[in-house]
């Protein structure tokens, strides 16, 4: 199982990446793959691919702001959330992710 996911604020400093650190451990933990692209103050890191795309599950965009090139997820079910609920529950987040998703 892949799940994708963007995380910015809007300062695109610390609570981009502690999202993003906090959503990693959590996709870690349960053994899952996840591959989460930053979009900060330095631009966009860690780009989602076409090629990342055809096999995620779900994307879990973690953001205060609008997201750059958001319609690349038109067809992949999406979780919208603020970025302190990815830093404060990412655990959650990835549980009902790979709930809902598993065969």
Do not use: W
């Not at 400093?13 to 989460?36: C, D, F, N, P, R």
């Not at 090139?69 to 009902?96: C, E, M, N, Y």
Request: aromatic share 2%; net charge neutral.
């Amino acid at each position: 199982m892949k799940i994708l996911a963007v995380t910015s604020c809007p300062t695109g400093v610390a609570h981009t990446y502690l999202a993003a650190e906090s959503l990693e451990k959590s996709a870690q933990k349960k053994g899952v793959e996840i591959k989460v692209e930053t979009q900060g103050s330095i631009g966009i890191e860690n780009e989602i691919t076409a090629a990342d795309l055809k096999d995620a599950v779900a994307v879990v965009i973690a953001a205060d702001v609008n997201i750059s090139k958001g319609d690349r997820f038109t067809g992949i079910p999406k979780l919208k959330i603020d970025v302190q609920k990815a830093i404060k529950h990412s655990d959650k987040i990835i549980a009902k992710i790979i709930e809902k998703f598993s065969e």
